[in-house]
């Protein structure tokens, strides 16, 4: 792991949007693993801004998020599909077609998970994989516990995840679906390059037992110690326990 100290969250974001640029540009062609919550919203705003000044061409960049929430359709304002729209994909020239995110409405949703594997393979794999840090340790949506070798696959949702991610959903724990669909830590490690962002002093702990903690299923954010290219990107607190 390559370790990044920023000195606030605003350095920290402007950093990966110049990381994920900077992909881009030099490859246009190449696929990248996106992610949502909080900590990307300032990270996708700055790189439209980006791809407005610079005319960064998204036309063949083909994008494959990490999860979505089952029972959620697109149009959804929670759902990760209309998170994705709303911050980052109408906002650069990427065709809808190129852009992927697993269907949390799908009929079967094992069977969607299945082909969401399968397609992310047949675009030759992911080249960036952009990640964030869940307060439990978990990535994409693979919560503690969940094996380290997992593809593609429907979760249930850690009561620290919905305790968490409450916020969104008028701080009901309730309303937040209790199942995910999420590319496995199996997957996430295939890519050729993985990209940590994490801020804030509510992740410190979780931060330390990441990086500096044994790998372990209890932590499966420890798992990108595996990773032959991770690069961390934190700001000063989020450091603060390393
Ligand atoms: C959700 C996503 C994760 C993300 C996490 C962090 O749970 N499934 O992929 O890493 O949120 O969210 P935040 O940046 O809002 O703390």
Redesign the pocket.
């Known amino acids: 792991m390559q370790i990044v100290i920023c000195s606030d969250a605003a350095q920290t974001r402007r950093l990966a949007a110049q990381v994920l640029a900077q992909q881009v540009k030099s490859k246009p062609t190449s696929v990248l693993g996106l ?7 300032a990270i996708y705003a700055q790189l439209a801004e980006t791809a407005q000044q610079q005319a960064l061409d998204f036309s063949r960049v083909i994008t494959f998020n ?2 979505e929430y089952i029972g959620l359709t697109a149009d959804h304002p929670q759902s ?1 599909r209309y998170y994705m729209q709303t911050h980052l994909f109408q906002r650069i020239n990427i065709p809808a077609a190129n852009t992927h995110v697993p269907d949390g409405a799908a009929a079967d949703v094992e069977a969607e998970a299945q082909s969401y594997e399968g397609r992310i393979s047949q675009a030759g794999g992911i080249d960036l994989q952009l ?5 439990n340790g ?4 693979n919560e503690p516990l969940s094996a380290l070798n997992s593809r593609t696959h429907v979760v249930t ?1 850690a009561q620290a ?1 919905l305790k ?2 409450a ?2 959903f008028n701080n009901d724990m309730e309303q937040v679906p209790a199942r ?1 669909l ?1 590319m496995g830590t199996g997957t996430i490690l295939d890519s050729q390059e993985a990209l940590l962002v ?3 002093a ?2 410190a702990d979780i931060v330390a037992r990441v990086i500096e903690g044994p790998v372990s299923a209890l932590v499966p954010g420890s798992a990108l110690q595996l990773h032959p290219h991770c690069l961390v990107l934190l700001d000063e607190a989020a450091a603060s326990r390393l």
């Open positions: 992610a949502t919550g909080r900590t990307m919203e990490l999860d990760y990640l964030g840090l869940g307060e978990h990535i994409g949506f949702l995840t968490q991610n916020e969104m995910a999420t994490v801020t804030g509510a992740k």
